[in-house]
C-alpha cells in the first residue's frame, strides 16, 4: 500500500535497530545498550511527529466531507478513520504505559534524573539488568509473568481491525496484505523461520528474552512505530476515498516579483504582483535542472544555488537559464509535471582592495589590506590564498587579511567566496627601506658636527625607520642597534675599542679619551621586530658613524 512507505529517517531507525539487536546476541559492551538509549529517543520523538501527521489527516478527512455535504458513504469513511485513530491512540496508550511498568519493575530512574516523559530510557538504575524485562514478559510456560500474551493480542489486534475496516470500504486484498500480524513467533517470521538458532522460539522469547532494559523499551517503540505505520496507511488510503488527497487550491498567498531586488537611487522600482495558489491536500516534488529540492508546509519549494560564470559580455553579464518543475498527483492518480525555463543574470564579481600601500607590498612585513566584492552583498564569505607570500584572515572583520610576502617576487593574491573563486590581484613587492642609525645623548641627538665631550660615558643608538615606512606600517617599522663596534681613533690610530648594543657604556674608553679624538661607530647588525613581534636580523646593514671629541 502506498501509504505504508516509510520516510528515509523511519527507514534509518529501523536498519539501526536490526544492527543493534544483533550486536546485543553477541553480548557485547555497555556501550551497544547506550545506543539503544539513543535509538529509543529518537523512535519516541518520530512516533511523536508521526501521530500528529495522523491527526491532521484525519481532521482534513472529516474538514473535506463535511464540505461536500457529509453523505452518506463519506460518512462511513469518517466512522472508519476516527476508529482506527481511536484504536491506534489506545494501543499506543497501552504500550507506553508497559514500558512505564518495565522501568519501575527495574529499579526506576538515578537519583536526580526526572524522566522526560514515560518510559524514558535515559538514566536507567536498571540499564544493564538482562532478566526483568525477560522475565515479566515471557509465556508462564517458559517461567515468566506471560505479559508478553496480552502485548502480542493487542498488536495483532490492531492489525486485523484496520484489515477489517479498510475491507468493508473496498480495499484490494493486495491492499490489505499490507497489514500483516505485527507480533509473531519465530517460524512464522520470514526472517527468524530460517534461523536454526531462533526456530521454534515464541514472540515474548523473541522479542524480550536476555534484553537490557533499554533495549526492552526501544522494541517496545519500535512496535508502536509500527502501528502509527499501519494507521498512516490506512488513514491515506480513506483519503484518497473522500478527496482529501484531491487537488484544491486552497492556499492562496500574494506574490510580487520584482524585476530586480537591487535598485539604484534615482531609478524606479518595477515588480509584478499576483496571486498564488497551491494545494494542502497534496506535496509536489520540485525539481530545478533535475535536481529535487525541499518543500515547506505551505508547499513552496526554495531554490538555491551558487551562480558561476566563466565568460561575461562587455558589461560584465552572462546569461543563464535553468528548467523549474514542479510534479504533482491529479485528482485519479495521474501525474502531471508542470515546467518553465526561468533566465537569470550572473554579474561579473568586482575586487575592491583598500590599504595604505594598495599598489606594492613591503616583503617579510604585514601588509593589512581590506578586500571586498560588493556584488556578492551579505553572501560574501571570503577566503584568500597567496603566492610567494602568507596570508592571515581575520576571524571577526570580513575581508580583512593580512598579507606577508616571503620573497622578492610578485604576489597573486587569490579571492573565493564559499569555496567559490572570485579573482585575484597582483602586486609588486618592495623591500624594507634602511633605518638610520643616530646616536643618542640623553639631551638629543649628536651633533656629528660638533661632537661631544671626550669625558662623556654614555650613548645610545637608536635605529630610526624611514618615515614613509613608518607611516605605512607602524607595527613592521621597530628597529634597533643589535651590535656595533666603537673605537677610540687618536691620531688615525685606533687605541681602544667596545663592542655594544644599543645602549653604550663608554667608560672603558673614556678614560684614554682626549679632545681632539675620535670615536668611529661601525653597526654591523640591525634587528627589526615585525608585525608578529617576532624578531629578525636586517639583512647586509653596515654602517660607519664618526664622532669628533671635544
Do not use: W
Not at 487537488?247 to 499576483?274: C, Q, R, W
Not at 564569505?381 to 570580513?398: I, V, W
Not at 613581534?533 to 646593514?541: M, R, S
Amino acid at each position: 500500500m502506498a501509504g505504508g512507505k516509510e520516510t528515509p529517517r523511519q527507514k534509518l531507525i529501523g536498519m539501526m535497530y536490526l544492527v543493534l539487536t544483533a550486536l546485543l546476541a553477541l553480548n557485547v559492551s555497555t556501550t551497544v545498550i547506550d545506543k539503544f538509549v539513543f535509538l529509543d529517543d529518537s523512535l519516541v520523538r518520530a512516533n511523536g511527529e508521526t501521530e500528529k501527521r495522523n491527526s491532521q489527516v484525519l481532521e482534513n478527512i472529516v474538514k473535506t466531507v463535511d464540505d461536500t455535504g457529509n453523505r452518506a458513504p463519506d460518512m462511513k469513511v469518517v466512522e472508519a478513520a476516527q476508529e482506527i485513530r481511536a484504536e491506534a491512540s489506545k494501543v499506543l496508550k497501552e504500550l507506553t504505559t508497559l514500558k512505564g511498568t518495565l522501568v519501575d519493575l527495574t529499579g526506576g530512574y538515578e537519583e536526580g534524573h526526572d524522566p522526560e516523559y514515560t518510559g524514558d530510557a535515559k538514566h536507567l538504575k536498571g540499564k544493564t539488568d538482562y532478566d526483568k524485562v525477560g522475565h515479566y514478559m515471557m509465556p508462564e510456560e517458559e517461567g515468566g509473568e506471560g505479559n508478553g500474551v496480552v502485548l502480542k493480542e493487542s498488536l495483532n489486534g490492531y492489525a486485523e481491525l484496520v484489515k477489517e475496516k479498510l475491507k468493508e470500504l473496498g480495499a484490494e486484498e493486495s491492499e490489505l496484505d499490507f497489514f500483516k500480524p505485527i507480533a509473531v513467533d519465530a517460524d512464522e517470521d520470514p526472517i527468524y523461520s530460517q534461523d536454526p538458532n531462533q526456530q521454534g522460539k515464541t514472540f515474548s522469547t523473541l522479542a524480550f528474552d536476555s534484553s537490557p532494559t533499554p533495549a526492552g523499551l526501544a522494541t517496545i517503540s519500535d512496535f508502536q512505530s509500527k502501528v502509527l505505520r499501519y494507521e498512516t496507511a490506512a488513514l491515506d488510503f480513506l483519503s484518497g476515498k473522500v478527496g482529501a488527497g484531491d487537488l484544491k487550491f486552497d492556499v492562496i498567498v500574494p506574490m510580487v516579483k520584482p524585476e530586480s531586488k537591487y535598485v539604484a537611487a534615482g531609478t524606479k522600482y518595477t515588480a509584478k504582483m499576483f496571486i498564488a495558489a497551491s494545494s494542502s491536500g497534496i506535496t509536489p516534488t520540485m525539481t530545478y535542472d533535475g535536481k529535487e529540492i525541499d518543500v515547506d508546509a505551505s508547499g513552496q519549494g526554495s531554490v538555491e544555488f551558487t551562480a558561476t560564470s566563466s565568460t561575461f559580455d562587455k558589461e560584465g553579464l552572462a546569461r543563464k537559464t535553468y528548467e523549474a518543475a514542479i510534479s504533482v498527483t491529479l485528482p485519479g492518480g495521474k501525474d502531471t509535471t508542470f515546467t518553465s525555463e526561468i533566465e537569470y543574470f550572473v554579474v561579473k564579481p568586482t575586487i575592491q582592495i583598500q590599504s595604505t600601500a594598495v599598489q606594492a607590498l613591503y616583503l617579510r612585513c604585514g601588509n593589512n589590506l581590506d578586500v571586498q566584492v560588493p556584488q556578492l552583498g551579505v553572501a560574501y564569505n571570503p577566503s584568500f590564498t597567496a603566492s610567494n607570500a602568507r596570508t592571515f584572515q581575520s576571524a571577526t572583520e570580513k575581508g580583512q587579511v593580512t598579507v606577508v610576502p616571503t620573497n622578492g617576487q610578485d604576489v597573486e593574491l587569490k579571492v573565493s567566496s564559499s569555496g567559490n573563486f572570485i579573482g585575484a590581484r597582483s602586486f609588486k613587492v618592495r623591500r624594507i627601506p634602511a633605518p638610520v642609525v643616530t646616536p643618542f645623548l640623553p639631551s638629543g641627538p649628536v651633533n656629528l658636527k660638533d661632537g661631544i665631550p671626550a669625558k662623556t660615558s654614555r650613548i645610545q643608538l637608536r635605529a630610526l625607520p624611514d618615515e614613509s615606512f613608518q607611516q605605512f606600517l607602524p607595527d613592521d617599522a621597530n628597529f634597533r642597534v643589535a651590535e656595533a663596534t666603537l673605537t677610540l681613533v687618536s691620531g688615525g690610530i685606533g687605541r681602544a675599542s667596545i663592542t655594544s648594543g644599543p645602549d653604550v657604556n663608554l667608560g672603558p674608553i673614556a678614560a684614554q679619551a682626549r679632545k681632539g679624538d675620535n670615536i668611529v661607530i661601525e653597526v654591523k647588525r640591525v634587528q627589526r621586530q615585525n608585525f608578529r613581534k617576532d624578531v629578525e636580523d636586517f639583512a647586509n646593514f653596515n654602517r660607519i658613524i664618526q664622532i669628533p671629541l671635544k
